[in-house]
Every structure is written in C-alpha cells, then in structure tokens.
C-alpha cells in the first residue's frame, strides 16, 4: 500500500487547516462570538451545519487516497512491489467495496436482474434472449418473491446497528456538552439519521444495488458518495481561490481610491462583460490540450484528472470574483469615512495598519456572506457545464457527470431514473442544507438585519 | 379656502389619549406606561424627551403604524368619540388621511424622489376628493401659496431634490393639508433642518395651527422649539409623562428635576468667556480647500466646488475658538484641512511659527501629536471591533510615545478617570457604552497623546440634550487643567457663549464675521450672523 497525495488532497487539507485557524481566531472577537452564537442557537442552524460537516467529512475521508499493492506475479521474483494503477480512498475502504460489485450494465434499483435484455443459453443449450441475473444482487435468494421480506430483515438489522452507533456517537456528545445551552439535540437527530442511514446503505449494498447501476454497471449509490468530494471541493475551491483576488483588489480600490480604483474598476468591468460560460470553456479546453500535450507530468490517469479539476475551480474562482470585489470596494469606501479611520489617519497610523486593523476587520462579515452564498452556487454551477461538455474529467465520480447522461436515459422507455434521482438527491441536500446556513449567517452577520431586529 | 376665522375660545377636543400601553412582543419590556393627554383645536401640544423617551412610539401606536415588534396592550385613542383601536385596517386608512395627518423629521426621504412635487400632492388630494384636472392643479398651487412655497406654478414640476430642505418639508406640510385634516401629528418635523430655516417651518406649523384650527401634536427633543411653537408642553421620560404644563408656567417654574435639567441646557446669552491675552498657537490665512468636479468619459476637471475659500483666523493657546455655520459651509472640511485629511488649494497653515500646510505623512507626523481631533458621531468614530483599551493606545503607538506597555496601561486607566469613566472600561467594546459615554472616550483617545490643539467636529450634536452639558463642561475643565485650545466646530450658536472665547461664522466656504463671543453675540454686524442670532431659541422670548 502506498499513500498517494493528490494536488487536491493537499490543498483541501491545507484550506481545512487554515479554516480552523481562522475561525478560532475570530472567535477571540466577542462580537463575532455572539453572532456564531445567534446561528447556532437556532435549530435549523445545527440541523444544517450538521448536513454540511458530514459533507465535509465524507469529502475529506474520500481525499485520503492511496494505491494498493498488487500480488506479485507468479514466477517472477523481484524485490520490486507494483501499485495498482487505481487509485483508492479510506471512503471507498468503509464503504465495504460498494464500488467494486459492477455490473453489465444499468439496473433498476433492488432489482435481481438486468435492465436489459441479453442473448443466452439455458440449460439445453438453447439461445434464448432474456433478462440475465446480476451478479451481486440477492443471487442467495431461493425464490425472488422473498426479496422484500429479506430487504426488510436485513434493513432492520442495519438500522439497529445504526442506532447503537448513534447512541454511542451521541452520548459521548452528551457527556461533553452537558452544560451548552445550543439546541444539540437538532444536531444529535439528525447526526443519527445520517449514521443509520450511512450503515444501512453500507450494509444492503453487499446484498443489492440500492439505487441501481448505470450504463457501465457501476452501482449508482456510490457514485452519488463518491460526487460529494467533486461537489463540496469544487464549492470551496473556487470560492477560496477568488477570496484573496476580491478582497485585495477590492479593499485596494476603496481605499487608495484613484488610479488603483480606476484599474480595479476597468478590470472587474471587462471580465464581466465577458459571458462567463464562454471564459470558463475556452479555458478549460486551453488547459485540456496543455496537458494532453504533457503526458509524462502525470503518472496515472487519477492526476491527470485531478489536474484538470484543479484547472476548473481555479478557472470558476478566477472568473467569479467581480462581485465580491465590488461589494468589499464599496464597503471599504464607507468604511475610509468613517471616524476611527479618519481618527487613525490624524494619528499617523500607517496604511498597512489601518487596512490590517480598521478596514478588513469590518469587511469580514460580507466576505463571509458570500463565501456561503457562492459555495452552493458553485456547486450548482459544475451542473451546468456539462451542458457545454466542459468540466471534470468523466473518470472522476461526479452528479454533473451522472446529470450529463440523463438527457438520454430519460428519453428512454422504459426510463433510467435511477441515475438522476441519486446525484439529485445528494446535490439537492448538501445546496439546501448550504443555502439555508447561508441565510442564517447573513441574518446574523448583516448589519442591515441586525438593526431591523433590534430597532423600535 | 374653507378654513373658519375668529378664533373660539372654548377648549374643543380634537383627540383623547388615554392610558396608552405598549409593550415589546419579545421581551415584554414596556415601552409605554399609561400615557394620557389631550389635543385641542388651534393648540399645539408639544411632546419632549430625549431618544428613547417614548414620544415616537406614542405617536405611532395612536396612529396604529407601530412595527410588529411592538404590541399595543392597555389604553384608547379617542378622535370624536371613536375608539380608533376598534376601527377596521381599512376605516383606519381614511382616518390616517383625512382626520389625521402626519410630518416626519426627514422629507427628503417622505418624498417620492422620481415624481415632481405637485404630481405628489395631487396623488394625495385624487385619493381623499373628487377633485379632477385643472381643478387639481389649482389646489395643489392654493396650497403651496399657502405653505409658503415662492413661486409655486414653477415649483410645482421640481423633483425633491431640486427642493431646498426647508421647501421639502413645506411640500410635506402641504400634502399632509391636502385633506383638509384636524389634527396634525409633527414628529421633530425641523430636527434635519438649518437653524434659520427651522425657524421659517415653526412660524408655518404655528400659523397653521390658527388659521386651519388644527390640533397639532408635535413631538421634538428640542426645548427651544417648544418655547417657540406650542401651547402646552408633556415631558416623556421613559416611557411616561412626568410633567404637563402649559408652556409659560412649565419655563418660569419647572416641576420635576429631569425639566429643569432641559431647560437649563438652553443657552444663556448672558454670560461669556472673558478674552485673555493670548499667544497665536494656530493661524490659518486665506487656506482655500477645493474640490475637483469632474465630467465626460474621460473625467475631465470642468470646475471647482470651493469648500473653503480663502479663510484666515487665528486660535490662541488655551483658548476655543467656535466656527459656527450651516450644514454645507464648509466647516468641517476646513477642519479636516487642518489635520492635513484633506488637501489644501491655497494659503498657509501654520502652527506654533511652523508651516504644516501640505506636510507628507512622515513630517507631518510630530505635529499629529499636537493637533488632535474629536467628530460628531461616537458611533462611527470606534472600530467596533477593538477594545476601549486598544481604541486608546492607538495614537500611542503610532505616535511612537515612548511607553513600555505597563506605562500605557496605566496611562489608559489615567485618561479613563480623567473623563470620568471607570478604568475598567478599557476592557470593554464600544457597543456597549452609550453615546455621552463613548464620546468621553474619544475624549480620552485624543487627550493620550498630549495635543496642544483639539479640533471638536460637533462633538455634542449627535448626543441627547442633558448629556450635551456634561460633556461640554468636561471640555472646558479639560481646558483648565491642560491649556489645550479648541476649534469647535458647531452648527449651534446657543453653546457658543458659555464656551468660546472667539467665535467666526462660516457661510459658503468664507468666514463672513469673527471677533469675541461678547462682540459678535451681542453686537453682530453681519446680517447672515443676525439672522442666525434670531432663529436662536431661547429661555427668554425676546
């Protein structure tokens, strides 16, 4: 076994890292303290950032790649050791090979056979055309009409082992944060949802294909898993990539004023009068041939598309970044005005230190805003992309892949929902989850709400 | 003009307040606590206490307009015998229109800024008359005659900001009259306005109260105003009225400690600062500040705006020097000239023999030590998000003062007890003090780095009138104790006299009268300077 760092495994640590720093300093602000505080003593505010962690944590758990030893071959001797040219994650490890049971080809979800027929013999020897039987789903059943009573045992007992889990994972909680006056009962329901849920999926997968299989027989439920890490890193990514661009140019501008505002300004404008899609594309192809043209930087096909990837959230984060620079542009011009910037300018401070104590201090909010309105935004838009066949790399798992497939298996009769439905499930979850946070952090963060709340 | 003539003496009542109680949904704290009072036709009711007091609230919730925070929970608002709490939403309205009409502090914002002015008041009258056409316009004129609109038939098609503020609120007045109204709710209908052109509004208000038989509820902060304009004053404090008089008894003999501190806040123009000799600490001759206005693709400088225009005084040390003038004269900017904040166009500032005018940031800055600055608003003048201590220390550091920490530390706590604050405090963030507090600290922050010259950009106007003499008077203790020198920066001539020892008064970027506070209060030459001396209110009328 042999761990492998992909250049995106390295940057979501990194970015996990430096998160954490930055959150526990801003928690030193008390104001900043009390407004997290307004988020999370809301229900719905655990309930979503709950949602959002375990995104997070089956993204970071899927980063966490390696390649496999192979046997050594037969007959050869060498103390040389070959690595698999596939590249496995701890997700996959606990996931108990879901996605290694691959099929022919598309099947319905729990079904026991094929979705499509097959020329076959049967015991005479007779060519007959039929539904042929999957490969790993109930084939131990004695007679298919006992599948959904097997279903439902084998469901019972998942769900059983579910709740001890949880019961487990949530006492802990419970004995640490006894004296917290948060709503964490709302986190610990719906921590138990997930963990029954995730056991219960583990489990019946090595039985039946829970949400069918696609066209190349790969079960779908994992595929929809294996998106998470496409989806929440793309999110973050490219949000991440933007933030330094927005903020310095933005801050630069509102408070140099002048010709650096004049340049901040005619840059923003041209980059959005270029449609977006039409950027993102061409510079999506441009790197696709820079790397078609540079086999040797990549060893296997697994960095190659990660490179591509990389390219794609840098490309979205480059693209992306006008708005926020305007709203922090704008914030900082109001900000220079005011009387404790004014007032450090009368003692002398210098511009770093004005910028660094008084200006990005009191921006921070509307970064913070943005950096949750966007990520869903983003995740949504990787969906869109596939309309121009731009994106990630069709060997990596991810929804806009399965999406892109279902224009036409929907036209199919009888239709391939399965597909759909499985990445829809998954990116509806994680953008609602996201979308409904982000409401909660703007009420708190927003002066405008705040003082419509508190005013008479 | 269906108004009547002759005044009736009999006392006839327009509204009845009675008990009125409101409460905050959330937290159940009371807002209001049983207020009861009468309007009566041809008088104006006049309703003071400083923000927060209630008097808004009390307005809104006889009006039934209050925010759905606020629940209405004891008490009857009585307009000819109806109870307005028992009417429908939608009887509610004609009420709201046509028996009672409402004028608010900010016209600029009442009004619609995309439709002209007579368009607005016609809207008005289309909506409560059968009045159609020409018929129309001819009112909406009728009425601006009688605001005091000049020349309504052009001023008709002005949109709101081609308005002045003072016409702005008189097109406000108007529309409110459209309706032909019997009661008038006025809430700090002149705070926004220049002390020249408040006064033209009261007179209108007052005028209107008599001729229409109006019965005028107007709510305001300002004891002055109340001196001038109504008939019977209510004092709220905290959410009640603690006293209730008519207005000459309640001047000559206030009741309750909380009025007199009120009254006592209005200026006396009696008694002035005596003039010492003095070494010129600060000169200024003919400093002009302009500001570019540019036009075209390619922003092109077409002309100036002359903020300041050539304006020479000189400041003695340890004295104030008041710059009195109206919002846009050019004050403030000639303050932040001073401090170098802006650029200068022309002229010389000197300080202590020195030239400063134009210094770059790292000569300029052992200068910064001496001149230091206090703005009008506590507010915005703290980083919310540093610590009082912090907020303190800034100049310190920056200014290179040469303390070890502990050295600042305890200077921080001096300057906390030198303003009267607790030492403590500097753990503390600005948003948990109030506004006379925060306004000590700023106090405090400027003091730290030893100024000779402080320059105060309004430091009262933004604080509740009992609060503003306290921090007046911490001022002028300050300037005992340390012979620093002021330039104060006012657009209010009734703190003049107990604080300045000079004063000049500022119109459109020139000083168009200086001399001592005795001279220029008692003896002003200037017309601009007489006119702004009248509009004073004042204890005594004259």
Redo the contacts between chains.
Sequence with gaps: MKPLVLWSDALIYLLVISLSIFFYKLRQ???TRERWGQVFASRLGMVTFTVIIAYVGIALLDSLHFRRALDATEGVESGEIFYDNKVTSVLDVMLGGMGERFERTYSAPFALKSFEKKNMKDEQGLAIRDYPPLKHAGQYLADPADKWFDVLVKTTAALLWGLVISALVVGVQWFMLRGSANPWYASWGIQAVIICFGVWLVSISHYYHVLGTDLGGTDVAYQSIKGVRTGVLLGTLSTLIMLPIAVTLGVMAGYFKGWVDDVVQYLYTTLSSIPGILLIAASVLLFQVYIDLNPDFFSIGMEKADARFIALCFILGVTSWSTLCRLIRAETLKISQ???V?????????HT?ILA??IL??VVHIILITFVLDFSALVLAEAVLSYIGVGIDPSMGSWRNMINGARSELSREPAVWWTLSGAFFFMFVLVLAANLFSDLVRDAFDPRTSMR?S?? | MTHQTGMTPKTDIRMRVRNLKVK?ADSGDE?LKGVSFELQAGKVFALVGESGSGKS?TSMAAMRLL?E??VITDGAVEVEGQDLFELSESRMQTVRGQRVAMIFQNAMTALNPVQNAGKQVAETLRLHTTLRGDALRQRVLQLFAEVGIPDPDSRYNFYPHQLSGGQQQRVMIAMALACEPDILIADEPTTSLDVTIQEQVLELIRDLTHSRQLAVLLITHDMGVVRNTADEVAVMYRGEIIERAVVDDFFHNPQQEYSRRLIDALPDLTHFQSVAVEQPLLQLDDVKVYFPIRQGVLQRVVDYTRAVDGVSLTIGRGETYALVGESGSGKSTLG?AI?N?DDIAGGRITFKGEPIQSLP?RA??PY?KK???I????F???????TVGE?IT??MI??GLGLSAAGREERIKQLLQRVQLEPEFSQR?P?EFSGGQLQRI?IA?ALA?EPELIICDEPTSALDVSIRAEVLDLLQELQREFGVSYLFITHDLSIVPSLAHHVGVMRSGKIVEQGSAQQLLTNPQHPYTQALLASVPRTDPA
Excluded: C, K
Aim: charged share 15%; no cysteine.
């Design positions: 602000d008390p104001q005011l009387g404790y004014q007032a450090a300018h009368a003692f002398g401070v210098s230190r104590r008084h201090p009191n709340s005013g008479t | 905050v807002i609230v925010p925070a606020l932040r401090l904040l940031r300029m800055l910064r001149i230091q600055v703005f009008q608003n506590p915005s003048s703290m980083n919310p998000r540093l907020i800034e100049g920056s200014l963030y948003h700023a922050r780095v």
